[in-house]
């Protein structure tokens, strides 16, 4: 699997390809089948002007690629050389896709990854901390070690032992400035959920620290929102796996998340549904307004409806969040794009989640948008 993280991706330079297509290995023709629409696929980025460079990326990924078992699908995204998504998908996509285009098509990418939560991992014990933010698109925006040195939770040595009130006080400090990395990653990151996970001893002083250092800093509108619906979880695990290579940990982890994210998913669409109804400005609906919040960055949540939004077009400027449906509100001069790449890329740009929905809200255009408390 390749993954670039999206923050990464649309910054880099088109055109690119994207193609989405069934990989099903079902049966005893599927692996022909597979064979023939990869060919196919492949004359059809041909035609659609894609350069030799691309194709030839494409042709080894699709070579290359995961065997699938069962029914499933496949994405791929290439810029002018270089595979920079290449992800099997839960399903099928509805009907296959083949683009070239000056900008990415992640649509049918998002809809089908697994529901992400803007969340912080946090692995302590006597050793030291491993802090990793991960933000709503499933990417790792942040990664750092603790306190660079280790976590005082008990005596260093037989030979070098510090009396119980200083080693509870050495341990209170190092707590208390993880918390501090912590809640500083969590308020930049807006993330919703904090796992903890290690030695319990450690774990259960920087759940503290945490909850201390979240109520001290509660003091901004934005600052408090998250803090308000931020979410502590402490879970239970035998030993210090940062990177995620313990089976039972990630598993354990996994479900918390999963779990996190089917809720926070829940809320922002009951959120946006009750605040169309208010006049206080919290959200908007519709191209036009929905641009003119990107390219302000105020944009916290993205929703869109792809059946909704179809073919429509948009406006684009030179920078990523530099998109309206009037040329009068660019700076720069006017190109049209597809509404489906380019809102999604401006809304990334501008480091906003992104929730796809199907029915489930009424937006004008197939788009709206929960706004940034400033």
């Given amino acids: 699997m390749v993954r670039t993280s999206l923050r990464e991706l649309v910054d880099r330079t088109g055109p690119f390809a994207s193609v989405y297509f069934d ?21 059809r980025l041909d035609r659609a002007g894609a350069s030799a460079a691309t194709l030839a990326a494409l042709d080894i990924a699709f070579v290359a690629g995961p065997r699938s078992v069962g029914r499933c699908g496949r994405a791929l995204v290439a810029d002018a050389a270089t595979v920079l998504v290449d992800e099997q998908l839960p399903a099928p996509p509805a ?30 014990d006597r050793v030291g901390a491993y802090i990793r933010g991960v ?23 037989p030979g070098h032992r510090l009396g119980p009130r200083r080693a509870a ?18 308020d930049r990151s807006g993330a919703v959920t904090i796992v903890l996970t290690g030695e319990c001893t450690a774990r259960t002083a920087l759940r503290a620290a945490i909850e201390a ?11 408090a929102a998250h803090t308000h619906s931020r979410r502590i979880v402490e879970l239970d695990t035998a030993g210090r796996t940062p990177t995620g290579t313990d089976t039972e940990c990630g598993t354990a982890v996994d479900e918390v998340l999963a779990d996190a994210a089917d809720r926070w998913r829940r809320e922002v669409l009951a959120h946006y549904a009750t605040a169309t109804d208010r006049a206080d400005g919290a959200a908007t609906g519709g191209l036009p307004e929905t641009t003119a919040a990107l390219r302000d960055t105020a944009v916290a949540q ?25 040329a009068a509100d660019l700076r720069d001069a006017a190109r049209p794009r597809r509404a489906d790449e380019a809102v ?19 937006l004008p255009d197939g788009v709206g948008a929960l706004l940034r408390r400033r």
Avoid at 98 to 115: F, H, I, M, T, W
Avoid at 312 to 325: F, K, M, N, Q, S
């Fill in 23 to 43: 990989s099903s290995h079902d049966s005893e023709a599927a692996a022909r089948e597979l064979t023939a629409r990869c060919r196919s696929m492949r004359e």
């Fill in 95 to 124: 009907a296959q896709v083949v683009r070239v285009s000056p900008l990415p098509y992640l649509l049918p990418l998002l809809e089908q990854r697994a529901p992400q939560v803007p969340h912080i991992l946090v692995t302590m």
């Fill in 135 to 157: 933000n709503g698109h499933g990417d790792v925006t942040h990664t750092r070690y603790g306190t660079g040195r280790p976590l005082r939770t008990r005596h260093r040595s």
């Fill in 169 to 186: 006080d050495a341990a209170g400090r190092d707590a208390a400035e993880v918390a501090r990395q912590v809640v500083e990653m969590a």
């Fill in 213 to 223: 250092r979240s109520r001290l800093t509660a003091r901004t509108p934005v600052a």
């Fill in 302 to 326: 993205l929703f869109v409806d792809s059946a909704a939004l179809d073919d429509r077009e948009v406006l684009t400027g030179a920078a990523p969040t530099e998109v309206a449906t009037d």
């Fill in 344 to 362: 999604p890329v401006a809304a990334i740009a501008g480091d906003s989640d992104i929730v796809p929905v199907s029915g489930e809200l009424s």
